[in-house]
């Protein structure tokens, strides 16, 4: 059993920062992807970012140049987003990717506003 705990949401005023942590736990023999999804009120869950096993990254063009994605070890993932706005404002989830299955985090909530 894969189990996913984020770490680090919470409140922040336009302009600041946070640091979202994932850490994997579990059987997991192989990992495809590693990364974060967010979901604000009455929109779909969307893709924020996330690494490959050979470091590459996909950026949603909405947070490029303000969030970065790291993977200190193969079963950790961190997110540090920059320069927050109010549009930031939703659920963060994070996501790993194993063979075709997909495991989800329980979500933490990122809310910018002042």
């Known amino acids: 059993q894969v189990q996913l705990v984020e770490s680090g949401g919470g409140l922040v005023q336009p302009g600041g920062s946070l640091r979202l942590s994932c850490a994997a736990s579990?059987?997991?023999?192989?990992?495809?992807?590693m990364g974060w999804y967010r979901q604000a009120p009455g929109k779909e869950r969307e893709l924020v970012a996330n690494m490959g096993s050979g470091g590459r990254t996909i950026y949603a063009d909405s947070v490029k140049g303000r969030f970065t994605i790291s993977r200190e070890n193969p079963q950790n993932t961190d997110l540090q987003m920059n320069s927050l706005k109010p549009e930031d404002t939703a659920v963060y989830y994070c996501?790993?990717?194993?063979?075709?299955?997909?495991?989800w985090g329980q979500g933490t909530q990122v809310t910018v506003s002042s």
């Open positions: 579990g059987s997991i023999f192989r990992i495809n992807t």
């Open positions: 996501n790993l990717v194993s063979y075709d299955r997909n495991y």
